[in-house]
């Protein structure tokens, strides 16, 4: 499908250090998967004032032109970071976490700073991604590295429905980047023989995620089965050491719950990108 078709990359951009790398990430991997680029700006003000400026006397000021300011600073970011990228910017009236939400549905990915300018700094992970991350009708990337050194993308599978997409996301993902694909499943410790322990061969959840893969038979793949004590304390450890690690949103053992804990710890916790699929 041409370009000017296909659903953009979504980002949103409020100024801070961590939308600025979420502006970074999403301009490079939109011009590789050549997808047009959407740079959204939130605010808020019109539910507050209508006296948005200009402020009398003083050209260039008030309320709306500090906004369309904002929004152009970050579509300029991105057009500067990546020369012939397809791009547009939007200022919108809205909350960011639900007017980026609403906006998921037209978009093929959504990528968000962990914090921006309004959460408090103690917070490793703000409240937009995580609205996002349990709400997004397409794929969000959490972003904390603009440009990762590591060559390989992380998926970590359960056989669930979501981690059916996560896996077919992170084929894709690893395509357009040029990454090798890590595909892994943790399994919570339990008293066993070793006779009893799965291998990689005869794992059927890795077998399944390699079989969703069989349309890309020139992408690298590597998989692996793990027992560990706390699945998210490995899955921590293993992000550290790739590009990214792709989860879907919530797993087999998640009732009801629209983001399971697994995915909340690794969230908070892992100092590299994360990418959720639900």
Known sequence: MPPGRRKPVLVGYDGSDGSTRAVLWAARYALAAKMPLVVAHCWVWPFFTQDLGPVTGIDDSGLRREAQKIVAEGHDLAVRAEPGLVSSKRLLVGFPAETLTRLSTQSSLVVTGT?????????????VSLHLAASSSCPIVVVRGARPVHDTILVAVDGSPESDRAVITAGGLATTLHKSLHILHVRAYRRRSV??????????????????????????VTQEV??????????????????????GAKGNNTLGARLGSTVHAVLHHTKGNVVVVR
């Open 115 to 127: 914090r921006g300018l309004g959460g408090f700094s103690g917070l490793l992970v703000g409240s």
């Open 195 to 220: 006779e009893e322990a799965p291998t990689d061969a005869t794992d059927p959840i890795l077998e399944r995620a390699k079989a969703l893969l069989s349309e890309q038979p020139e992408l690298s």
């Open 226 to 247: 793990v027992t560990a004590p706390s699945i998210p304390g490995l899955l921590v450890q293993r992000a550290d050491q790739a590009s990214c690690i792709v989860l």
